[in-house]
């Protein structure tokens, strides 16, 4: 008989870091799963067997990085593999992107995110970058046009609204491309083309429920990101002539929903304080309407979970404190954060509606100099 | 509750059911007691020396540092003197050592009080030659809470029990009812408040209604049920749940004074019976210990009798642990004795604990009930970073235990702050 010597408390919690990935790989595979049955009944058996063998690749790509990475390193393969989880990553990777997506260039982005998203910074909890964010970000700048044309489903909300510049010329207009895509309410449920796990809001939204009871995800997350994205579409909306469906349209498109649940809550890259996560939310979602909006890309979501990410250790710094005694203090802090951003954002659209009006002015002074002739 | 702050508590599973509703085992005393020459971390100043006879009541000295706390006689016998024993402290600390002559011949060390006809400065001079200790745990004395009855509204009596596995309180109140609410209004007459609060947790449906009829001819005093969470008998936690008011160094500040339930029930033997602490009802349990029972045996018994009374180990790699789980120490022997303060002994088989890399969940820093950022102090241990260390206030830090308890990755997270707290009163001397 042995009395061991053991700092306390010797009492632990039954919830494991395992059980919180585990209760993630459900959600992601019910998003899939239902995305994947749309497929079959939508566009055939060979989209649908085509979006799991895309799923197959990655996860066997991101195992076998892994593996790999642990031969050279001569890791025991199991203990590494069951405490480091390359397969959530390659989940979260494939859902990002179209059932298009050529076979090698999601391997090969599986292969970075794993590599140097995750295992370079030191494997498992080290990461800044989400991973899965590194490897979707290699994809769109790298394997953009690598596309398989057999497979293509159409073109996104996202993409054409963009090209319309993200400003409707009148409810009627709008309406008119909307309903390419079924109307707000299949955007809602998601019947449309788009990455495989981003359509369904109405999925993610009960996805994002299951996470939030089994205490695996901070519900503040994704309700203050589609919240502030609403917040400041809707201002935005209002004073550009956009209606209601304005704000709903940008929480519905492009990913929004499906960053919020499964990339913005990733607990390795975001900020471990409560105001730090509303702060490092409400910043992805600044960042998300700036680049819409302003920017080249027609997607947001993506890039501002990155941009957030670099801007993590900072947030933690921002509200290193006694969480009671400074309560005040650090709300005052979120509340200067969303005044700021929303003000950038806001400013930021409107220069780029008032140049876009000053260019259309130019182009019908040029258009009366020449005699009424179109350029 | 605010948004921008976490629950700072959490529902831990009890074990409650292996001891609640078992009847107390009452211990014969051991042909040996020892009473530490140390309460608290105080010195303890004895009076008697070798070869002196003592009956149960004798004084046998007492603290005598700023605080004034008898120690008497839980036996009667004869003084053996002096010897290095295991402590709880996990020091050898000297031991005063009686051998018990099995006739328990008692002199009253002090005269009943009736409570009603007697002033506060009586009660509270009773209270004090009464040698009463906090027997939550921390052992303070209690005379010293309630020296200044014009600040105080409301007594809050602590019946929470909120460590896993620790019914003494509970089965205590059970047992001894008409004592219990004796010592509660005494405490309450005590204490100069308007109002007395006895907190219990809300799933404790059996006693609930019990205590509900027994106060219910001292409309002053309610039975306040409140949320089974950890640590929801911490007085903080437990003041802001009952008056929603935080203090920043003692309760006092916002008009209250707590007690625990069993100090209320010792206030009551000694009121009622001039009988000082000199047995107390302990808690045996846990899955490493053949019989959990509560068990009620005399102070200055050790721990090592009190376990083979309740069947011995039950495993080779054994916790043993002074209190309870979360915020009890581990013992490397089982010589230590029981003292007046003691509520539980927890017994634990050593199951491997698989720990992992954090995962940055901030979950410790969502269920603080200081509301620290314990995983923000580790990172600025680890860097040595004082000025953050002084930021995240690590001093505030009660060690409690629950950011290790809810660590998904299983880390040791309350240790890692004790270093920090180490670090920072080594190198914050300025």
Redesign the interface.
């Known amino acids: 008989m042995k009395l061991s010597y053991k700092f306390s408390p010797n009492y632990r919690d039954d919830l494991s870091t395992k059980e919180i990935m585990f209760h993630l790989l459900i959600a992601l595979l019910v998003v899939f799963i239902a995305t994947d049955i749309y497929y079959f009944v939508e566009y055939g058996a060979a989209f649908g067997i085509r979006a799991i063998g895309l799923l197959i690749c990655s996860v066997v790509a991101a195992t076998l990085t892994e593996v790999v990475w642990c031969l050279v390193l001569k890791k025991d393969i199991k203990t590494f593999l069951s405490s480091s989880f390359p397969w959530i990553t390659a989940i979260i990777l494939t859902l990002t992107v179209q059932v298009s997506a050529s076979y090698y260039a999601l391997i090969i982005s599986t292969i970075i995110a794993i590599f140097f998203g995750k295992l370079v910074f030191g494997g498992f909890g080290q990461n800044i970058f989400n991973p899965a964010g590194v490897g979707r970000a290699v994809f769109a700048s790298s394997f953009a046009g690598s596309v398989v044309n057999d497979f293509v489903t159409g073109a996104t909300p996202t993409a054409t609204f963009a090209n319309e510049g993200w400003f409707a010329a009148s409810d009627a207009a709008f309406n008119t491309f909307v309903s390419k895509f079924g109307g707000l309410s299949s955007m809602f449920i998601g019947t449309y083309p788009g990455a495989i796990g981003e359509t369904s809001f109405l999925v993610l939204l009960l996805v994002a429920i299951y996470l939030v009871y089994k205490k695996v995800i901070d519900y503040r997350i994704p309700v203050v990101y589609i919240g502030t994205i609403f917040v400041t579409t809707l201002i935005i909306g209002l004073v550009n002539g956009q209606g209601i469906w304005y704000p709903l349209f940008h929480i519905l498109t492009g990913g929004a929903m499906f960053g919020a649940v499964f990339m913005l809550t990733d607990p390795v890259t975001n900020p471990t304080s409560i105001p730090g996560r509303i702060v490092f939310a409400m910043g992805a979602a600044f960042f998300t309407v700036l680049i819409r909006i302003n920017a080249n890309l027609p997607e947001g979501v993506l890039f501002s979970i990155l941009l957030m990410n670099i801007l993590t250790p900072a947030i933690e710094r921002m509200f290193d404190s006694h969480q009671i005694n400074d309560e005040k203090k650090n709300l005052k802090k979120v509340i200067i954060t969303f005044v700021v951003g929303f003000l950038i954002v806001f400013g930021m659209a409107m220069y780029k509606v008032n140049t876009a009006e000053a260019a259309v002015n130019t182009n019908n002074s040029i258009v009366s100099v020449l005699g009424g002739e179109k350029l | 509750m605010?948004?921008?702050?976490?629950k700072m508590s959490?529902h831990?599973f009890g074990h409650k059911d292996l001891t609640a509703h078992d009847e107390i085992i009452k211990l014969e005393a051991p042909s040996e007691i020892k009473i530490p020459l140390m309460i608290s971390n105080a010195p303890f100043e004895a009076i008697v020396k070798e070869g002196d006879k003592v009956k149960v009541g004798t004084k046998l000295g007492a603290r005598n540092d700023h605080f004034y706390v008898p120690v008497y006689s839980p036996v009667s016998g004869v003084v053996k003197g002096i010897k290095k024993n295991m402590h709880s402290s996990l020091k050898q600390v000297d031991h005063l050592i009686i051998e018990n002559d099995g006739k328990f011949e008692f002199e009253a060390p002090f005269e009943p009080l009736d409570f009603e006809k007697a002033s506060h400065k009586e009660l509270l001079e009773f209270v004090k030659e009464a040698g009463l200790v906090g027997c939550g745990g921390a052992g303070f004395p209690t005379y010293v809470k309630y020296m200044m009855p014009e600040k105080i509204d409301t007594l809050i009596i602590n019946a929470v029990e909120c460590e896993?596995y620790i019914t003494s309180d509970f089965r205590g109140i059970y047992d001894n009812l008409d004592l219990f609410v004796h010592g509660v209004r005494a405490m309450f007459k005590l204490s100069g408040g308007k109002e007395g609060l006895v907190a219990i947790k809300e799933d404790k449906t059996d006693l609930i209604p019990i205590l509900e009829e027994a106060f219910s001819s001292y409309p002053e005093i309610k039975v306040a049920k409140v949320p089974n969470v950890y640590p929801m008998g911490w007085e903080r936690t437990l003041v802001y749940e009952l008056v929603k008011k935080?203090y920043v160094k003692l309760p006092s500040e916002v008009g209250c004074v707590v007690s625990n339930a069993t100090t209320a029930i010792a206030l009551a033997d000694a009121l009622i019976n001039s009988m000082p602490i000199t047995r107390k009802l302990v808690t045996v349990s846990g899955n490493g210990i053949k019989k959990p029972a509560n068990v009620l045996t005399y102070v200055g018994t050790p721990v090592k009798y009190l376990i083979d009374k309740c069947g011995g180990?039950n495993?080779?790699?054994?916790?043993?642990?002074a209190g309870g789980?979360?915020?009890?120490?581990?013992?490397?022997?089982?010589q230590y004795v029981i003292e007046a303060q003691c509520n539980a002994v927890?017994v634990?088989i050593?199951e491997p604990?698989?720990e992992?890399?954090?995962?940055?969940?901030?979950r410790c820093?969502?269920y603080?009930p200081?509301?620290?950022?314990p995983?923000?102090i580790n990172n600025?241990e680890k860097t040595k970073d004082l000025e953050?260390l002084r930021?995240?206030?690590v001093m505030?830090c009660i060690?409690c235990?629950?950011c290790?308890?809810?660590?998904?990755?299983?880390i040791?997270v309350?240790?890692g702050i004790?270093k920090a707290k180490r670090y920072f009163a080594l190198n914050n001397k300025k």
């Open positions: 605010s948004i921008l702050l976490g959490y831990a896993p935080r180990y495993g080779d790699k054994i916790i043993l642990i789980p979360m915020m009890g120490k581990s013992m490397v022997s089982d927890t634990l050593d604990i698989d992992i890399a954090c995962l940055r969940c901030g820093s969502d603080c200081s509301g620290l950022q995983v923000r600025a953050a930021k995240l206030s505030d060690e235990g629950l290790s308890f809810v660590c998904p990755s299983k040791q309350t240790e004790r």
